[in-house]
């Protein structure tokens, strides 16, 4: 069926004054409303005003133009229904056979720091999304557009066919479904927020498509990446890719592991991770000094790990790390040099991310078969712990810090978990065990000899006296956990008896 009349009515104007040109040039009437007109009619184009078409004027400071039915019934009008078509001429309500809308930038307009909630109103678009609506249920009939991007295909097929094929049709209609259900998703987070609703009786999350990828976990497996709008900067999702060859899916699961661990330090430190976990942390004074630490702690696990570091990677950095075989380095930025010396590499992935950026307080998702798990995000942190010291010997200044690094990384490795660190830099990390003596022991066989002297950090509790007791035969001074068990007086008798200093925080941190 060939286009004959168009309503044309955007809020992004990029390429609407050459597209609507070439179809009036086709013999195409154009209607068009407000600021969208106004361009229309400066560049030369013809257009139909809507008060022409309604016999109403455009009113309630523009709230309402296009919501009447003889904009709705020639998009709705079914042109192959006998009962319809007649009514149309009962009503002389001429067909409109393309819809080309995009809506009020309320993404925008929310995005703003200072935006006021009656802006964000306002920016709720009502006229456009019915259209659309209208249009894309009447698909066979009408073709809709709401994304500049399809300008050239509509007008392609428009050029070689005198019409838009059905298939084509089809394929915009559901664009746009998509488009007004990520568009109302936004509003309905935003208002939802607004009244301090935690959990609603139904969640509509959007995304944004990012990129494919070559595969998903592996290779067998198709995968896509998606970022949240107006997500958190500090974020895989908002990095910028200097160097190196497109993430896989595996990359960014470890990446936005790394980046986690990372954000609990203020002081230069570098994380390394291996398959979700931290196999490596170190702090120092430098970041060298920190990716050294880091490195040292597993210098097996690290090859083709995923490094974050919290400081710019001078040269000196770049010259230890160029030395391994590494996946991914995540930091704040890379002097020149730096990038001289890493990009060498040409596999080898280079990300800056806006460290400086305020973190957002999102919901963890976790989507499960048929269905979604949705939490805060852990935050905890043990300024906000009621800290207790239940043994008779209270902790050493030396240990304080060995204890406070273990914490920050225990609660980043998979559950059951158990993490020794000494001297600024973790020596030991037992992960993802059905046990949790069974996740000590992997520790304290990482750390060999560096188990002596060492701080011991448990995710949950001790549901008896038996991690503390392999604890202390490998030599550690110190442990952290949650507490709370029946039996924690056999484990505070135990490290008494050992002469070891154990600290309860109150709150376990179970990643699963």
Same mark, same amino acid.
């Given at each position: 069926?060939?286009?004959?009349?168009?309503?044309? &009515?955007?809020?992004?104007? /990029?390429?609407?004054?050459?597209?609507?040109?070439?179809?009036?040039?086709?013999?195409?009437?154009?209607?068009?409303?407000?600021?969208?007109?106004?361009?229309?009619?400066?560049?030369?184009?013809?257009?139909?005003?809507?008060?022409?078409?309604?016999?109403?004027?455009?009113?309630?400071?523009?709230?309402?133009?296009?919501?009447?039915?003889?904009?709705?019934? +020639?998009?709705?009008?079914?042109?192959?229904?006998?009962?319809?078509?007649?009514?149309?001429?009962?009503? @002389?309500?001429?067909?409109?056979?393309?819809?080309?809308?995009?809506?009020?930038?309320?993404?925008?307009?929310?995005?703003?720091?200072?935006?006021?909630?009656?802006?964000?109103?306002?920016?709720?678009?009502?006229?456009?999304?019915?259209?659309?609506?209208?249009?894309?249920?009447?698909?066979?009939?009408?073709?809709?557009?709401?994304?500049?991007?399809?300008?050239?295909?509509?007008?392609?097929?428009?050029?070689?066919?005198?019409?838009?094929?059905?298939?084509?049709?089809?394929?915009?209609? %559901?664009?746009?479904?998509?488009? =007004?259900?990520?568009?109302?998703?936004?509003? %309905?987070?935003?208002?939802?927020?607004?009244?301090?609703?935690?959990?609603?009786?139904?969640?509509?999350?959007?995304?944004?498509?990012?990129?494919?990828?070559?595969?998903?976990? /592996?290779?067998?497996?198709?995968?896509?990446?998606?970022?949240?709008?107006?997500?958190? /900067?500090? $974020?895989?999702?908002?990095?910028?890719?200097?160097?190196?060859?497109?993430? $896989?899916? @595996?990359?960014?699961?470890?990446?936005?592991?790394?980046?986690?661990?990372?954000?609990?330090?203020?002081?230069?430190?570098?994380?390394?991770?291996?398959?979700?976990?931290?196999?490596?942390?170190?702090?120092?004074?430098?970041? +060298?000094?920190?990716?050294?630490?880091?490195?040292?702690?597993? $210098?097996?696990?690290?090859?083709?790990?995923?490094?974050?570091?919290?400081?710019?990677?001078? $040269?000196?950095?770049?010259?230890?790390?160029?030395?391994?075989?590494?996946?991914?380095?995540?930091?704040? =930025?890379?002097?020149?040099?730096?990038?001289?010396?890493?990009?060498?590499?040409?596999?080898?992935?280079?990300?800056?991310?806006?460290?400086?950026?305020?973190?957002?307080?999102?919901?963890?998702?976790? &989507?499960?078969?048929?269905?979604?798990?949705?939490?805060?995000?852990?935050?905890?942190?043990?300024?906000?712990?009621?800290?207790?010291?239940?043994?008779?010997?209270?902790?050493?200044?030396?240990?304080?810090?060995?204890?406070?690094?273990?914490?920050?990384?225990?609660?980043?490795?998979?559950?059951?978990?158990?993490?020794?660190?000494?001297?600024?830099?973790?020596?030991?990390?037992?992960?993802?065990?059905?046990?949790?003596?069974?996740?000590? /022991?992997?520790?304290?066989?990482?750390?060999?000899?560096?188990?002596?002297? &060492?701080?011991?950090? =448990?995710?949950?509790?001790?549901?008896?006296?038996?991690?503390?007791?392999?604890?202390?035969?490998?030599?550690?001074?110190?442990?952290?956990?949650?507490?709370? =068990?029946?039996?924690?007086?056999? &484990?505070?008798?135990?490290?008494?008896?050992?002469?070891?200093?154990?600290?309860?925080?109150?709150?376990?941190?179970?990643?699963?």
């Amino acid at each position: 069926m060939p286009i004959k009349r168009a309503l044309v &009515s955007v809020s992004d104007k /990029n390429g609407i004054v050459p597209f609507v040109k070439e179809l009036a040039a086709a013999g195409v009437e154009i209607i068009s409303t407000g600021g969208t007109a106004k361009t229309l009619e400066e560049n030369g184009v013809k257009v139909i005003g809507i008060s022409e078409v309604t016999g109403f004027p455009e009113m309630l400071d523009g709230r309402v133009k296009t919501l009447h039915p003889m904009i709705h019934g +020639g998009l709705l009008g079914m042109r192959t229904n006998p009962d319809h078509v007649k009514q149309m001429q009962e009503h @002389n309500i001429t067909p409109i056979d393309l819809v080309v809308v995009n809506l009020y930038p309320f993404q925008q307009t929310i995005a703003k720091p200072d935006v006021a909630f009656e802006d964000a109103i306002e920016n709720i678009d009502i006229g456009g999304p019915s259209m659309l609506r209208s249009a894309a249920k009447n698909h066979q009939d009408v073709t809709v557009v709401v994304d500049p991007a399809d300008y050239e295909i509509v007008l392609k097929e428009v050029h070689e066919n005198g019409e838009v094929s059905a298939a084509t049709k089809m394929r915009l209609a %559901a664009k746009v479904f998509r488009h =007004s259900a990520a568009y109302d998703a936004l509003i %309905a987070e935003y208002l939802t927020n607004a009244v301090g609703e935690d959990s609603p009786e139904k969640l509509t999350v959007t995304f944004e498509k990012k990129q494919d990828l070559r595969y998903g976990e /592996n290779p067998h497996q198709a995968a896509t990446f998606y970022k949240k709008p107006l997500g958190s /900067n500090f $974020s895989i999702a908002a990095a910028s890719q200097l160097h190196g060859k497109e993430l $896989s899916f @595996n990359n960014i699961n470890d990446a936005n592991a790394a980046l986690q661990v990372v954000r609990e330090f203020t002081e230069p430190a570098a994380v390394a991770i291996k398959h979700m976990n931290p196999c490596g942390v170190g702090v120092g004074a430098s970041i +060298g000094e920190a990716f050294t630490k880091a490195y040292e702690a597993d $210098s097996t696990s690290i090859f083709g790990g995923i490094i974050a570091l919290n400081r710019e990677v001078d $040269s000196e950095t770049a010259l230890k790390m160029n030395e391994i075989f590494l996946e991914v380095i995540i930091a704040p =930025s890379f002097t020149n040099e730096a990038i001289e010396v890493l990009t060498a590499k040409k596999n080898l992935r280079l990300l800056t991310i806006d460290f400086s950026a305020k973190q957002k307080v999102e919901d963890r998702l976790m &989507s499960i078969q048929g269905g979604l798990l949705v939490q805060d995000d852990d935050l905890f942190t043990l300024e906000d712990a009621a800290i207790s010291i239940p043994t008779k010997r209270e902790p050493t200044e030396k240990e304080w810090a060995d204890l406070k690094l273990a914490w920050k990384v225990v609660k980043h490795v998979k559950s059951n978990a158990i993490v020794l660190a000494q001297d600024s830099m973790t020596v030991g990390v037992g992960a993802g065990q059905m046990n949790r003596v069974g996740a000590a /022991n992997i520790a304290i066989t990482q750390a060999g000899e560096r188990a002596k002297g &060492s701080a011991l950090a =448990s995710d949950a509790f001790f549901p008896m006296d038996d991690t503390v007791e392999a604890a202390a035969k490998a030599g550690v001074t110190a442990i952290i956990q949650p507490g709370g =068990s029946i039996r924690d007086e056999d &484990s505070i008798k135990k490290a008494d008896e050992y002469g070891i200093t154990m600290v309860f925080t109150g709150v376990r941190h179970f990643k699963h």
